[in-house]
């Protein structure tokens, strides 16, 4: 019997290999689901699931909850800012407040690190990480294998190079734990100053010519810039780094190959990617977007299976 | 663990016929009608009947697809049975079509309940009917019984009934197996 070996969804450095497997064969059955007429199965319906956002999102959030509804659980939603957290109320006494409403699951995104992790060891509810400061994304990094799986038959033996901002995000450090742990080789891309000091570690190879990376690579993954988490000048100028660092049509022309570009989103079009390279058939963005609602429901309904009735 | 053989090769080829011929006294040329196998084990009787109503009845564009159910069961989390999902594939409409689900044994119906829950996401079908090789009378936890059957049996519940297919399992077989 095939179940994952996790009770929570912390960070892709906590599953194994076949754990991935199993959440994307799952993904297959649901994403044939989501294509039909009727776009609901019953199996969640006695399982409720709070979402905690305490801080902004709109695809994560509205990916989650529509998984969530499409397994039929019942979904309670919560934002920050909108909350008793802004009158001072502490993490673990907001959800074990809500968890207090017989919550089976929650699914959390926060701006600390570490922030899934602790609640983990704290209350008894089955912990989704939907991104926690720069630190992990894990659902993005497995939406990201299972769009290059579907497009490149697989992910084994291929290169990919993330683009941008990787210092500040956390989808490139999920996606290197996830395509190194399926056989990929990666690349990080971007300024000097955006590239964590010690991330060749990792084992992934480092570049600062994007012409170079993007001669490497079968897949470029471009990150947004985060000016919302820039504290400091990391570069120039946008339009300077949309020089170096941005991908339009006559850059992908001119390679000698066609590569399979994504971005994780929200586009800021013009910046990393041009309109004409987001919209081009080589672009698998909204692929992205849809194989998203298929793998949060493949790992809500994984890790309900493990939930005690 | 004994087992004892329920029905040979012979009797399993014989019953087959004998099924299809059931069905196109019902369906005629199946102009109207889907044949259903529900995953995973009614997928290969699917199959095979499909298949002798092809070539020994010479019925033309026979549609066939088949259901996972695993996501409609009603035991999920209350059984230790593996989670794993199998493939749907059904490339037609069934709106107003005459339905056949196909599955191997018939037990407590549960499943064929969940079949009904699940093929309503494909449409409105105008009928459903069912078909199964193996009955296994008095252990139904619900109001389904079968329209073809192939063979009725008596099992107690600490029996098992396998069916092997000869595509699959190297032999056309029923066994009965003390669990």
């Known amino acids: 019997m095939s179940t994952l070996s996790v009770n929570h969804l912390l960070g892709i450095k906590q599953l194994n290999k076949a754990d991935i497997n199993l959440i994307f064969e799952t993904a297959d059955q649901f994403k044939e689901v989501i294509n039909r007429p009727i776009k609901k199965v019953p199996s969640l319906r006695d399982i409720t699931i709070a979402n905690l956002f305490f801080e902004n999102s709109t695809r994560t959030k509205l990916s989650f909850e529509l998984a969530e509804k499409r397994l039929s659980a019942d979904v309670i939603n919560f934002s920050s800012s909108q909350s008793s957290v802004k009158k001072g109320e502490t993490l673990i006494d907001t959800v074990n407040n809500i968890l207090s409403m017989k919550v089976d699951m929650v699914v959390m995104r926060h701006p600390n690190p570490g922030a899934g992790v602790f609640l983990s060891k704290h209350v008894d509810a089955s912990i989704i990480n939907a991104g926690d400061g720069a630190h992990e994304h894990p659902t993005q990094a497995l939406l990201d294998s299972y769009s290059i799986r579907e497009k490149l038959g697989s992910v084994k033996g291929k290169k990919v190079v993330i683009v941008g901002d990787i210092l500040h995000s956390r989808v490139a450090l999920s996606n290197i734990f996830a395509l190194q742990l399926q056989g990929a080789q990666v690349m990080v891309c971007g300024p000097k100053t955006l590239i964590p000091k010690y991330i060749d570690k990792l084992g992934v190879k480092v570049e600062t010519n994007l012409r170079k990376a993007l001669n490497w690579c079968d897949v470029a993954n471009m990150l947004r810039v985060q000016n919302e988490r820039m504290d400091i000048s990391y570069f120039p100028s946008t339009r300077e780094y949309t020089q170096q660092f941005g991908v339009d049509k006559p850059l992908l022309d001119s390679l000698d190959k066609e590569i399979v570009i994504m971005h994780p989103g929200p586009i800021n079009r013009g910046v990393e990617i041009t309109s004409d390279v987001a919209d081009s058939k080589q672009a698998i963005i909204l692929n992205q977007v849809e194989n998203g609602v298929a793998i949060r429901m493949a790992v809500i309904y994984l890790l309900a299976s493990k939930i005690k009735q | ?179």
Request: charged share 30%.
């Open chain 2, 1 to 179: 663990m004994s087992q004892k053989v329920l029905l040979n090769a012979k009797e399993v080829n014989i019953i087959l016929h004998r099924l299809a011929c059931q069905l196109i006294e019902k369906h005629n040329d199946f102009t109207n009608t889907v044949l259903i196998g529900l995953q995973p084990r009614g997928i290969f009787l699917a199959d095979r009947l499909a298949k002798i109503l092809t070539e020994h009845y010479n019925i033309k564009n026979i549609k066939l697809g088949y259901l996972d159910i695993t996501f409609f069961r009603d035991d999920f989390r209350r059984s230790g049975k593996p989670l794993e999902a199998n493939t749907t594939k059904i490339d037609f409409l069934v709106e107003d079509k005459n339905i056949v689900f196909i599955d191997d044994v018939l037990y407590t119906g549960r499943s064929i309940r969940a079949a009904l829950t699940a093929i309503q996401s494909f449409g409105r079908p105008n009928e459903i009917e069912l078909l199964t090789l193996i009955d296994r009378r008095f252990s139904r936890h619900l109001p389904i019984q079968p329209d073809y059957r192939g063979r009725q049996v008596d099992v107690i519940n600490n029996e098992k009934v396998v069916v092997n297919w000869k595509s699959e399992d190297n032999e056309d077989s029923v066994y009965l197996i003390d669990k």
